[in-house]
Each structure stands twice: as C-alpha cells, then as structure tokens.
C-alpha cells in the first residue's frame, strides 16, 4: 500500500533548464510534505518542506507546490545545475500514525543533470 | 564533524549470525530512528526513540531490537540473520517534527 507514490524513476533534463519532480499521495491525513535529496552512498538530505495549509514554498532555485485537491506536489528546480543529479524522494507525514514524527516516503526519482 | 554517524558502512555476515549497527549524533537531538531500505528502494521506518523511550515500533520482526543506552546513541541488533534481512539500513534524527537528518547508511549484506 503505498501511499507515496513517485511514478517516474528518472528523469533527465539539461543543465539550465527546469527540473519538475513530481509525487502523488492517497492519505487525506497527511499534513507536511518534505522532499530529500540523496547521493550514492550517502544518506537522504533535507532539501525543502511544506505545510498542508499553503501551496507553495519557495528556497533559492527549489519550489514545491502542493495541490491539496489533486494530493499532488511537485518539487521545481531553476536553473537544473549537474550538481542536482541524485536521487530525490519524496515524503509526508501526518497524525494518521500517531506520530508527527512518522514520515512516509516515495521510491524516489533519479534526477540526472547533462552539461 | 559527521553530524549523524553509522558504523559499520558495510556489513556482510552469514545467515544464522547476530549483528549489530551502531549509530550516534551529535546534534543533541532528541529523536533518533532506524529506516530500512530495501531492494525495491523504499525507504521504510522500522524504529523511533525519543529521549530513549521507544515510540514507534512499525512490523518489524522481533529479531531486530533497538537500544537506546543514552538520546545520542540508537543500536541496532539483529539476531538470526536471514537473506532478506540484505538492505541498507539508516540512522536518523530529529530536532522538530518532520525534519531528518540521516547518516550514510550501513550496508548489510546477508550470504
């Protein structure tokens, strides 16, 4: 059952352009929706958050837009540097659990930046 | 100055052994947990602990057991390792609700 789903395992665009990582959501509950940012070898890194109470949060070249109605949300980066290929995940966290601390997370998405 | 540290990074062992992970932060955060990701990729939670109390324990066989001995430290044991236990299992911790941060990962490979 998943209830984060990242339907695109790669996506490959050029250096300058815009990079739109998409993910979709089944539970109503959740409330807070993050996205990591992972290297090989490496764990998941912070990358930019948003509440469920707006649609959109913005830091430097990341956006994330949150579409409540449609349970979607979407991480933009502008300009795409090939600093940004790694693999990006998803994920949301809600009272459904119990737990504020509980975060579910997508398959992830490998970003792929050419020179 | 690794702020959330795991080792070992690599672990292969043969099925039927008992094993452990270790893993310490520094960043006096007062939540720490266990995510496994497995072959698939996901990336599920198995453990949380905050302040040494446990308080989430997803379906996870009793053969993992996390110890807490102290709120920078959360161990992972594993008894009777089985193939499927292969995958590479990350620390964690939490200053706030939703925000993580992860160590390297250790990479356990069960023969």
């Known amino acids: 059952d998943q209830q984060v789903k990242q339907n695109s395992p790669s996506l490959s665009v050029q250096e300058g352009r815009i990079s739109i990582l998409n993910c979709d959501y089944t539970?109503?509950?959740?409330?807070?929706f993050l996205w990591y940012k992972k290297y090989p070898a490496e764990g998941p890194t912070f990358l930019i958050s948003i509440s469920s109470i707006k649609d959109k949060n913005e830091d430097g070249r990341f956006t994330v837009f949150l579409n409540k109605s449609a349970k979607h949300l979407s991480l933009h980066i502008v300009p795409s540097q090939p600093g940004d290929s790694a693999v990006y995940f998803c994920?949301?966290?809600?009272?459904?659990?119990?737990?504020?601390?509980?975060?579910?997370f997508g398959k992830g998405t490998l970003l792929t930046v050419n020179p | 100055d690794t702020a959330v540290s795991q080792t070992p990074k690599y672990l292969v062992t043969q099925m039927g052994n008992d094993k452990s992970i270790k893993c310490e932060q520094n960043l006096g955060h007062d939540t720490m947990y266990w995510y496994k990701q497995d072959s698939k990729k996901f990336l599920k939670i198995m453990f949380s602990?905050?302040?040494?109390?446990?308080?989430i324990n997803e379906t996870v066989p009793n053969r993992f057991s996390p110890k807490s001995p102290d709120k920078a430290h959360l161990n992972l044991h594993i008894n009777s390792l089985e193939l499927g236990d292969s995958a590479v299992y990350f620390c964690a911790s939490s200053p706030r609700p939703y925000e993580q941060y992860f160590g390297p990962g250790t990479r356990l490979t069960v023969t």
């Open positions: 602990y905050n302040n040494k109390e446990l308080i």
């Open positions: 994920a949301a966290s809600g009272r459904s659990g119990g737990s504020n601390y509980k975060l579910t």
């Open positions: 539970n109503s509950m959740f409330d807070y």
